[in-house]
T-cell receptor, first 107, second 114 residues
């Protein structure tokens, strides 16, 4: 089976940088995905890492180290609209999600 | 517009009744998935289907059933055997293997059993 660990909550001010770590244990692994979910809404895809290294998409970046079974999502230049839950998910032809990290951005 | 639709958005049922949640996609995706989300929790996989007429149990399949008779449709039935069915149910689909492996989610159905 799979297990994923990520912090439950993070609070930061507008303009700050937040890093959400994710460690995983899995029997199969194709890659690590990140999803954002606003309260009451559906998750939306942010990024995917199949190989070690950093993937950058605008203000968001994601990193993967397969040897360490570790990844992180970096949120830069935080905005109020970034207040949401963020989930890491292991991809082994189906997704297994972590419990999520609630990010609260304060003015 | 391509996407995934789920209906209804809110659903109320009496305890002991079966209920079927609809999920339709026009993205021409082969794989479809059903997840359950409880307050403050992550998503847990109920069932998934990688191709028409085939589906597999996920992590919490007990008390649920599915069918995949058409590529576009993957309905989920919550049976009376499901002990605690009140939850937010999300359907998702995914295209072929690719560099992103992105799953697209529908808007969800919030089921409340009274």
């Amino acid at each position: 089976g799979q297990s994923l660990e990520q912090p439950s909550e993070v609070t930061a001010v507008e303009g700050a940088i937040v890093q959400i770590n994710c460690t995983y244990q899995t029997s199969g692994f194709y890659g690590l995905s990140w999803y954002q979910q606003h309260d009451g809404g559906a998750p939306t895809f942010l990024s995917y890492n199949a190989l070690d290294g950093l993937e950058e998409t605008g203000r968001f970046s994601s990193f993967l180290s397969r040897s360490d079974s570790y990844g992180y999502l970096l949120l830069q230049e935080l905005q109020m609209k970034d207040s949401a839950s963020y989930f890491c998910a292991v991809n082994d032809y189906k997704l297994s999600f972590g419990a999520g990290t609630t990010v609260t951005v304060r003015a | 517009d391509g996407g995934i639709t789920q209906s209804p958005k809110y659903l109320f049922r009496k305890e002991g009744q079966n209920v079927t949640l609809s999920c339709e996609q026009n993205l021409n995706h082969d794989a479809m998935y059903w997840y359950r989300q409880d307050p403050g929790q992550g998503l847990r996989l109920i069932y998934y289907s990688q191709i028409v007429n085939d589906f597999q149990k996920g992590d919490i399949a007990e008390g649920y059933s599915v069918s995949r008779e058409k590529k576009e449709s993957f309905p989920l039935t919550v049976t009376s055997a499901q002990k605690n069915p009140t939850a937010f149910y999300l359907c998702a689909s995914r295209g072929g293997t690719g560099s992103s492996d992105e799953q697209f989610f529908g808007p969800g159905t919030r089921l409340t059993v009274l």
